[in-house]
């Protein structure tokens, strides 16, 4: 019986990573959109997580890479560059006072303006049907227990990882994994049923 | 239900081992739910039905998971191939601004010769920012088409004042453009040869010999020729020509190319048919991916926090209005957030006819994002304002979104913007929904119809029976119609409750559409 679907793990600097992060720390600023552009649609990602609104999810990006770029000289390398990123992230999805701008959009539940994104096929309907469901439980989530979901689950992280990025233990990592699990299978219920 | 469902006490074990690899969970054998090795585990597998369904359904969870995040992203508006570049660009060009080299100002401004007398220099300063609003504003402006012809005679008359020499003496940090190999006596016209030159001799290094000898026109020159009305079409073209030769991005000078031309393009006019073609035709270039990269990098960078929307930014603003692209579009609505007043310069922009389509629905999804973001509802007539003097275009789009459209706010809106028309056409599509039974509907409907010109209200109450209707009494009564004077003196209005009646919100519409109903029919 396989007991594992993904091997968690830490993420990993690749020697390009570690060139770029290089010459961005040493001043070559023109280094920093190759160094930062193969994590982009996992911010992305997790930003959304954390972010009905499209262009909040993207403003969240946007002002986790002004501030990691701010802060970039100070990027020791002790964690992955991703979790580190990633924590930046989750922190700014924390208070979101500081980068916010204007007020929210409706969300879409509450507005039945056709949107953009309608280019999905009709065997799609039963998956829409979960996926909406899913977003819909992972709202009711704490902050924590959805960034430690996400990362576990999206990106492979293992407790340490996740740990790094939520700045707690591993164990309190693993906590937050479990409850938030826990809840959102409780909330979807036979939507996951085969 | 899953409330009726049996539980066990080692399921976030299982799960904690099974899917999260934890093999050494202390604290929760500490608390009796771990399991000594694999081989526990297994066994409590096989035997406990319950933490096999809660495997097979976290197993979905996180599949589900995984598959939502690749599916958001993937629909996330423009993450598909070039548009996920430009996005990324986007993101990266603010957080990397602040190292950059400081943004130059205008172009126009810095051109003055510095030898000149002090006076003279001003004056010249002065014609050139002259130069600048004119040409920026004019053809977009609030004002009527007509106002465009004063300011491309200040163009002109700055482009007079700067003569080639005096250019070509300047110490201004902005170097003129690499010199024409074909073009050396005067700032003629480029020709389609002199664009090869220009390739060519782009990628050798200028010495400052050839620049002060060779009078070559400027970028600036060059986008002043693309704009001009005086012009040939011939000439505007090959103007442009060279400015796109300017702006590869293996060119030396391209990004001053590109402002160049972005300008230009914001200061095209449409007066005539002619212009507007080729004005459209213009634009065409600009939906290259390399060019529409920048240009939504350009947008993008307004979007940098604090940033203030100058000359240059709206003439990025204006010429992506223009455009009419998807991505385009989608950045002017992200832009329109960091910057309400963009919106009246996207609308400005889209009174220029040259956009074939989709610039109804850009206008509606401005409003949308921008009611959206407001805790109460704002002053419609804001918003109807955008919708002035714009192509009729614009409002045939608005009349086909009607019956699809879902959202009864959006609706409303639509309604709304459809009283900007000057079209019998849409006076008619109006008075189909002001029978709607939707009050929202048919209010807006009515509030719309009241402010469309007088003529076409004339025709209406000459055609149409009046008495049954109230909302078009009340339509008509605030379009001050003569047919509707002796049923507002019969109201016998406050000031106060008059000034509601001609200048009253959507909000006050339908108790003053009441009296027209109760109180109406006095006059006959
Ligand atoms: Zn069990």
């Keep these: ?194 | 239900m899953s409330s009726l469902r049996p539980t066990c006490n080692k399921t976030d074990a299982v799960l904690a081992h099974c899917l999260d690899g934890d093999l050494d969970s202390d604290d929760l054998l500490e608390h009796g739910y771990g399991f000594a090795c694999g081989e526990t585990l297994q066994a409590h597998l096989r035997e406990c039905a319950v933490c096999r369904s809660a495997l097979q359904r976290a197993r979905r969870l996180d599949a589900a998971l995984a598959t939502a995040a690749g599916i958001d992203v993937a629909r996330h508006p423009g993450q598909v191939g070039a548009g996920w570049a430009q996005l990324t660009d986007r993101w990266l060009a603010p957080a990397t601004a602040a190292s950059a080299e400081p943004v130059e100002p205008p172009l126009e401004l810095t051109t003055a010769p510095s030898t000149l007398p002090l006076q003279h220099r001003g004056l010249l300063l002065a014609a050139a920012a002259l130069a600048v609003v004119g040409a920026m504003f004019g053809p977009w402006a609030l004002a009527t088409r007509a106002a465009a012809t004063p300011s491309s005679h200040s163009v002109a008359t700055a482009t007079a004042t700067t003569t080639p020499a005096a250019e070509a003496q300047a110490t201004s940090p902005i170097p003129s453009p690499q010199p024409l190999r074909a073009a050396t006596s005067t700032m003629a016209v480029p020709t389609p040869s002199a664009n090869v030159a220009t390739f060519h001799v782009a990628s050798r290094p200028s010495t400052a010999a050839t620049r002060t000898k060779v009078a070559t026109p400027s970028w600036r020159e060059l986008g002043v020729q693309v704009a001009s009305s005086h012009a040939t079409p011939t000439e505007r073209m090959a103007a442009q020509q060279t400015l796109l030769a300017g702006c590869r991005a293996t060119a030396p000078d391209s990004p001053r190319a590109f402002r160049a031309l972005v300008e230009a393009l914001a200061a095209a006019g449409d007066h005539d048919l002619k212009s507007r073609h080729l004005h459209a035709a213009m634009l065409q270039p600009l939906r290259d991916g390399e060019l529409l990269r920048q240009l939504g990098a350009s947008l993008g960078a307004l979007d940098a926090a604090g940033q203030r929307l100058g000359c240059n930014e709206l003439a990025v603003v204006v010429v992506a209005a223009r455009l009419g692209e998807a991505s385009t579009d989608r950045a002017l609505r992200r832009l329109a957030r960091r910057h309400p007043d963009a919106v009246d310069a996207i609308a400005a922009a889209l009174r220029c006819d040259v956009r074939s389509h989709g610039g109804g629905r850009l206008l509606l999804d401005l409003w949308d994002d921008v009611q959206s973001r407001r805790s109460a509802p704002g002053d419609e007539r804001v918003a109807m304002a955008w919708f002035r003097q714009q192509p009729p275009s614009v409002f045939t789009e608005l009349a086909a979104e009607l019956p699809t459209c879902r959202s009864t706010e959006r609706r409303v809106r639509c309604l709304l913007a459809l009283g900007a028309s000057d079209d019998a056409a849409m006076a008619a599509v109006l008075r189909t929904h002001m029978r709607s039974s939707h009050h929202a509907e048919s209010h807006a409907a009515a509030l719309a119809l009241a402010h469309l010109p007088v003529r076409l209200l004339a025709d209406i109450a000459s055609q149409e029976e009046l008495d049954g209707e109230y909302l078009l009494r009340a339509a008509l009564a605030r379009a001050d119609v003569a047919v509707a004077r002796p049923w507002i003196a019969a109201l016998d209005l406050r000031a106060g409750d008059r000034h509601r009646l001609r200048h009253g919100t959507l909000a006050d519409f339908p108790e003053v559409a009441l009296w027209f109903r109760d109180r109406g029919l006095l006059g006959d």
């Design chain 1, 1 to 194: 019986m396989d007991l594992r679907v993904t091997e968690p793990g830490q993420p990993k600097s690749s020697d390009s990573e570690r060139h770029w992060l290089q010459r961005c720390q040493a001043g070559d600023a023109a280094a920093f959109q190759p160094l930062l552009r193969p994590h982009l649609a996992a911010l992305l990602a997790l930003a959304k997580r954390h972010c009905r609104d499209p262009h909040w999810a993207e403003d969240l990006v946007q002002e986790t890479l002004v501030r990691a770029f701010r802060n970039l000289p100070s990027f020791r390398g002790e964690s992955a560059l991703r979790t580190w990123l990633f924590r930046i992230l989750v922190r700014l999805a924390s208070e979101p006072e500081r980068w916010r701008r204007g007020k929210p959009a409706e969300s879409l539940g509450d507005l039945d303006v056709p949107d953009h994104f309608e280019l999905r096929a009709e065997h799609d309907a039963i998956a829409r049907e979960l996926q909406d469901r899913l977003d819909e439980a992972m709202e009711r989530l704490t902050l924590r227990q959805r960034t430690a979901l996400h990362l576990r689950a999206v990106e492979g992280f293992d407790y340490e990882a996740i740990g790094g990025v939520l700045a707690c233990t591993a164990v309190a990592a693993r906590m937050h994994v479990l409850e938030a699990r826990r809840k959102v299978m409780a909330r979807l219920k036979e939507h996951l049923e085969p």
